[in-house]
Structure formats: C-alpha cells, structure tokens
C-alpha cells in the first residue's frame, strides 16, 4: 500500500527544490472534494469521543485517566487520555529505534507518506478536534489543522529523505598504489539522534506540531507527542493514526505515542530527560528559552513570542491596503504568531492613489475597514473565532489603558455557540517612544498604530525591534523602488521573512508549505525555520564502515 506514495514524495521533492506553489491535499472542505457525507461522519466522529476515555493503547502508563480540555466555543469537551510515565514511554520509544533505524530513509519516507495520507483522510474529524480546542473557526481550523499541516508534514518527510539520499549509501573505494591498488567497500548509514519530544500549542496544535513529529521520524528517530493540556485532541487521533500504520507496517507502535498531561510540567520532566536527544517547541518566550538553557543534553527548536510589524510609507491602493490589514488583524483574532501587532506611519502621512492622507485619516480609515469587515456578527465569528483562553481575553480587555483608542473592542455573541468568548480587534496609538508597550508581544487581538518621524525611522524602529524581541512576518506598503529595497534590507539585517504591497487575496499571517518558509531562525523569534535543510539535517548522523577488498 506505500508503492502508491513514490510519486507522492518525488512531487514533494520537486516542490521544495523549485518553490512554486504545490500541495498534495486540497484544502477545500466542499463534498465535491472530499465526497458526499465525510463531513458529516468526521463531526459523528469528533463527537464520540465527547465525554469518555480516548481509544489509545500504549505502554507507559500509571493507569489513570486525565485531561481538563474545554472548548473556547464553551462546550465541556470530557475527553480523557492515559496518564504517561515518562520513563516507561522513553524506555519504549529507545526499544523501537533500531529496527527504525535498520529499515532504512526510503522505508521510513513511504511509511510517513501513508501516516499523512491518513491523517488527511481524517481531516474532518481533525478539524473539529482544532476548532473546540484552539477557538479556530470552522474552515480555517479544517485548512490550517488539516490540508496545510499535512503539506507542512511531507515537506518535512521531502527535507528528511533529500537530506539522508544526498550521498550514496555505500561506495568501492580504489586508491592507486604501487602495484595493485588499494580497494576499500565502505557503507554509510543514517543513524538517528534518539528519542525525540515535540512540546506542541494551543493555538495551532497540528500546523506547529507536524513539521517536527515528522522530521524525526523520517530521520529515524522516535517522537514523544506532548501537547498542550488545552489542545490535546487532534494530537491524540494523530498519534492513534500514526500507530495504527507503524504496526500495520511490521514496526513497534510505539515509535510515536502521547504524552498528556493537565499541566503538572511534564514538559520540562521529559525535555530534560538524558535519553532524549531532541526537543521541538512553540510556546511561550519564558519557556523556549528556559528550554534553551536546560536542555543541554538534546538539539533543540523553539519557536516563541515575536514583535511582528507593518511599515506603511504610500500605498497604488488604497482600499486594498486597508481590507488586506483589516483582515489580517482580524483574522483568528489575531491569535497567530504571523499576526502584525505594530504599524509604523509616518506622522505626516502617506501618499495614495486617493491622493495624500494624514496620519488620522489612516487611524480612521483602518478602523472603518475592519469595521465593514467584522460588521455582520453572524460572518464576524467565521473569521474571528473565539478567544482561545483568558490570558488573551484579559489582554484585550486592558488594551485601552495603553495608549489613545482607535477602535475599541467589542464581543459578539456566536449564533451557534451562546457561551462562545468572542471579541474584535482593538487598535491603540501610542507614541513611537513608548517601545516598552509596543516592544512586547501582545498576543491576540491588540494592534498598535504608531506615528513616526518619516519611513527611515519606520524601518529602524522595525530592524530593532525585531533584533532585540523577534519576530516571525514584516510587511511593508510603498510605491517607491527605494523604500522597497530599504526595507528589505532592514529586513535582511535583522533576519525576518518580508512582505511586500499586499492587497489582494494573500495576507501577511499565511504561510505556503513549499514555498514560504515559516521563520528564519535568524532572530529572537525561532530558532529554525519551517521547513529547510537545516531544520532536518541536525536530527541524524551518518556512521560509516568499510573493509578492505581482496582481489583473488
């Protein structure tokens, strides 16, 4: 059953080589897609798990049954997992890795092809497990947790597979000599790290967690799921579904198994752990780096808090500028690490194709975009969500008292979901001076509006911020030739991904598996990016042997 996913791979393989656009699984949720009745059977299946313990078998275990997720959309989700021992489920993992190990790269690939296959197979059960753990809506949930974390996990199973096939896996050495030549056969395997742990998020549990789980286990190594304690669900029918294949294939299950927890920091018990060898993390700045620190033993990626930031110097269009920017700050709430917080202008305002408008008539015309958009309640939730814990509802509810509001937040009820926490974006100016509030990430929907000296100062203020907080998108809006390529080198010296002009269908939150890059590594933000050779190549070695050859 793993011949079909070949081409699969080579496509794959393709698309990371050439960067243009490709994806293996369409994102679309109609039923001339995925057939009539598979979305109503995934919510039948979501459903079943309401209420009662998790179907998962795994060694490891105390015997006890936890979990404490609630829905931001209000519903009691009661689902229960095992409660892990953490040695007894590293113990398990180290005795699956060598025959892993033995079964070689392609093996491994074709094995991780059909797991993501799966997965996609399930994209509505998955969807609805994001949406009632994350606050996602609906589609976005069935998209971001569904089709584009799969593509995210075979263009890490491309990276793994290109990264261990780059060299041969044997060679005849022949060295000429005085009389006959010395011959040599030599043998290089790819030999993994070891027992890998990936510490997922709440807000994105799949599209962050994916690129890791699989970079591992295609590289050889096995993986520790350990998600966050609100967004345990799609996660578990993850690893029930990867499981399910490794067994079916002839190898241990528990290769990949579950790691649940209530939030008694069972993280940090197996991140520190001697016998793992590789920690994948999205979170909170404080504990990425706080990884970083302690766990000595193991390579480890985080991807934490950033400072992202829009630069506006003028604008071929206008309207379009502002609905791309209303979208985008109202998009998930804001609850996205690609989400801008900070948008530099220049206090005398800025050139348009409407002709020149003042600082204030940007405040208020950006405000009025996102009033349109969000305007109907009944359409407003299908791009807002919900509000994915009280941390980001407490934020929003205090952004006044940062600054002078531009447009104050308001809740919506949801017509489905009557207990749903839904809120719209906040918009606060504040003075370009006062770096020590828009200098921290406010994560959710809270946006900035800053008036600055002129566009250099934008740019400045934006490759320091990004230097000395992080950051995982900029963008920029300017009809200049001269300010486009300043900016992208403020962008290249402080090591952030940038965005030009956008206006059309393409915001600056999204990121394209094989072709964007999701992070650089190269800033405060993350330590890789998702996904490129490097985030692969550091998860195996290659061992080599070799015997001399003796003619007869």
Request: some cysteine; glycine content about 8%; charged content about 20%.
């Amino acid at each position: 059953m793993y011949e079909q996913h070949r081409d699969t791979l080579e496509q794959a393989r393709a698309a990371i080589a050439g960067r243009g656009h490709w994806s293996a699984y369409p994102e679309s949720p109609s039923p001339r897609v995925h057939g009539e009745g598979a979305a109503e059977r995934g919510r039948a299946a979501f459903e079943s798990y309401l209420g009662k313990p998790f179907p998962l078998e795994q060694a490891g275990g105390t015997g006890s049954w936890i979990g404490a997720e609630r829905s931001p959309y209000g519903i009691d989700l009661g689902v229960t997992y095992p409660e892990p021992i953490a040695e007894e489920l590293i113990a398990a993992a180290s005795a699956a890795l060598p025959a892993w190990r033995d079964a070689g790269p392609e093996a491994r690939a074709l094995v991780c092809a059909e797991i993501i296959q799966r997965l996609h197979r399930r994209s509505f059960e998955i969807a609805h497990a994001v949406q009632h753990t994350s606050g996602q809506p609906f589609v976005m949930a069935f998209q971001a947790g569904g089709p584009h974390a799969q593509d995210r996990a075979l263009e890490a199973v491309a990276y793994g597979l290109e990264a261990m096939t780059s060299s041969a896996a044997s060679a005849r050495w022949e060295k000429p000599a005085k009389g006959e030549p010395l011959v040599m056969t030599k043998r290089f395997t790819v030999v993994p790290r070891g027992v890998a742990v990936v510490i997922g998020c709440n807000t994105f549990p799949t599209w962050n967690a994916y690129p890791a789980l699989f970079a591992s286990l295609v590289t050889g190594n096995p993986v520790i799921v350990k998600p966050h304690p609100r967004a345990i669900l799609s996660l578990a029918i993850t690893v029930l579904v990867a499981r399910e294949v490794l067994a079916e294939a002839g190898f241990d299950p528990a290769l990949v198994s579950l790691a649940a927890e209530e939030g008694q920091g069972l993280a940090a018990t197996l991140a520190t752990h001697p016998r793992v060898r590789i920690v994948d993390f999205t979170g909170s700045t404080e504990f990425g780096d706080w990884l970083e620190r302690n766990a000595r033993q193991a390579l480890v990626h985080t991807e934490k808090a950033g400072v992202n930031a829009v630069v506006v110097d003028s604008t071929d269009s206008w309207r379009g500028m502002l609905a791309n920017l209303a979208f985008s700050l109202s998009l998930y709430s804001g609850q996205m690490c690609t989400a801008p917080q900070n948008l530099f202008v220049p206090a005398a305002g800025v050139e348009t194709d409407e002709g020149h408008k003042s600082f204030e008539e940007v405040a208020e015309g950006l405000a009025a975009a996102v009033g349109r958009l969000l305007g109907d309640d009944a359409r407003a939730v299908e791009l807002t969500g919900a509000i994915v814990n009280p941390d980001v509802l407490a934020r929003v509810e205090g952004a006044g008292e940062l600054g002078e509001v531009v447009l104050e937040s308001r809740a919506i009820r949801h017509p489905s979901f009557p207990d749903a926490v839904v809120r719209t974006p906040a918009i606060v100016r504040v003075h370009a001076s006062a770096d020590d509030v828009y200098g921290r990430e406010h994560f959710g929907p809270v946006s900035f509006l800053i008036p600055t000296g002129s566009t250099g100062e934008s740019l400045d203020l934006l490759r320091r911020m990004v230097k000395v907080r992080g950051a995982l998108t900029a963008s920029v809006y300017s009809t200049s030739p001269r300010v486009l390529d300043d900016a992208e080198r403020a962008a290249l010296d402080a090591g952030v991904n940038l965005s030009c002009n956008l206006t059309d269908g393409v915001y600056v939150n999204q990121s394209a598996a094989f072709s964007d890059y999701h992070g650089t590594g190269a800033n405060p933000a993350a330590t890789a990016s998702l996904t490129d050779p490097g985030y692969v190549a550091g998860r195996f070695h290659v061992v080599q042997s070799r015997h001399p050859v003796r003619e007869v």
